[in-house]
């Protein structure tokens, strides 16, 4: 079967980047290819739609497609959780909605980091997070780091955070400081470093090339259309034993 895509954002590089993938893929067709000026309509009779715009818009376009039952992977970062659950309340809400699929990163090496670091937090109290991508990202924390302090979290509840009030101490997101860096030179970088008696552990992704993002991105398309309500990160496409799905 021939999946077809609808892909908003697809003038950024993530979208150009999702046009060559399904062009190459032989069960993959594009339906349509949006940019900031085409109207939504657009996305309608497609298989799957899949959102890389930025946070401003992200959001009409993921209910839009939810509430026209078209399934959609979301790689917009800046979704909290409290956004996500207006969603999941949304789909709840409608028989016939479609699933959406949040992926705050698709690069299996940095899904595998979240999931080691959410099994080494148990072990340690102090937990501090540093994140950094390039000059032009608009948002901070990344998703990838939000995800990563809430299943810190959810692992082991609140961390050491002395002094959190000084805001050089960076956001706390679930408890965890995370610092963000906006660099020119950098793709992406995450560091959760943890802090124990006489030691520290550091688990460290980087992204080199965005060729990184290509089997993250092709999986989460193939399995959108057979998904249902909401489901939060690649590691529940992966079956890594971490939470994915919201209620």
Request: charged share 15%.
């Given at each position: 079967m021939?999946?077809?895509?609808?892909?908003?954002?697809?003038?950024?590089?993530?979208?150009?980047?999702?046009?060559r993938l399904?062009?190459?893929?032989?069960?993959?067709?594009?339906?349509a290819?949006?940019?900031?000026?085409?109207?939504l309509?657009?996305?309608?009779?497609?298989?799957?739609?899949?959102?890389?715009?930025?946070?401003?818009?992200?959001?009409?376009?993921?209910?839009?497609?939810?509430?026209?039952?078209?399934?959609?992977?979301?790689?917009?970062?800046?979704?909290?959780?409290?956004?996500?659950?207006e969603?999941?309340?949304?789909?709840?809400?409608?028989?016939?909605?479609?699933?959406?699929l949040?992926?705050?990163n698709?690069?299996?090496?940095?899904?595998?980091?979240?999931?080691?670091?959410?099994?080494?937090?148990?072990?340690?109290?102090?937990?501090?997070?540093?994140?950094a991508h390039?000059?032009?990202?608009?948002?901070?924390?990344?998703?990838t780091?939000?995800?990563?302090?809430?299943?810190?979290?959810?692992?082991?509840?609140?961390?050491?955070?002395?002094?959190?009030?000084?805001?050089?101490?960076?956001q706390?997101?679930?408890?965890?400081?995370?610092?963000?860096?906006r660099?020119?030179?950098?793709?992406?970088?995450?560091?959760?470093?943890?802090?124990?008696?006489?030691?520290?552990l550091?688990?460290t992704?980087?992204t080199?090339?965005?060729?990184?993002?290509?089997?993250?991105?092709?999986?989460?398309l193939?399995?959108?259309?057979?998904?249902?309500?909401?489901?939060?990160?690649?590691?529940?496409?992966?079956?890594?034993g971490?939470?994915?799905?919201?209620?």
């Amino acid at each position: 079967m021939t999946i077809r895509v609808a892909v908003a954002g697809a003038t950024g590089k993530m979208g150009q980047l999702a046009l060559r993938l399904i062009e190459e893929a032989e069960d993959l067709e594009l339906h349509a290819a949006l940019d900031s000026k085409s109207s939504l309509d657009l996305m309608l009779g497609a298989d799957v739609a899949f959102d890389v715009t930025h946070p401003g818009a992200s959001a009409e376009i993921v209910e839009f497609a939810a509430g026209a039952g078209i399934p959609i992977v979301v790689g917009t970062s800046g979704w909290s959780s409290e956004r996500i659950s207006e969603i999941s309340a949304f789909v709840r809400g409608h028989a016939d909605a479609g699933a959406v699929l949040f992926i705050p990163n698709f690069s299996i090496g940095s899904v595998l980091g979240t999931a080691f670091a959410k099994l080494a937090a148990p072990f340690f109290d102090s937990i501090e997070i540093v994140e950094a991508h390039h000059a032009g990202k608009v948002d901070s924390p990344s998703g990838t780091a939000v995800r990563t302090a809430e299943l810190i979290g959810a692992a082991r509840g609140p961390v050491a955070a002395p002094h959190a009030d000084q805001r050089a101490r960076g956001q706390l997101v679930s408890g965890v400081p995370v610092h963000s860096l906006r660099l020119a030179g950098v793709a992406a970088e995450q560091r959760v470093v943890f802090g124990g008696d006489g030691e520290t552990l550091t688990i460290t992704h980087s992204t080199l090339s965005p060729s990184s993002y290509e089997a993250g991105i092709l999986l989460a398309l193939r399995s959108a259309p057979e998904a249902s309500g909401v489901t939060v990160g690649l590691d529940a496409l992966l079956d890594l034993g971490l939470p994915g799905t919201v209620r």
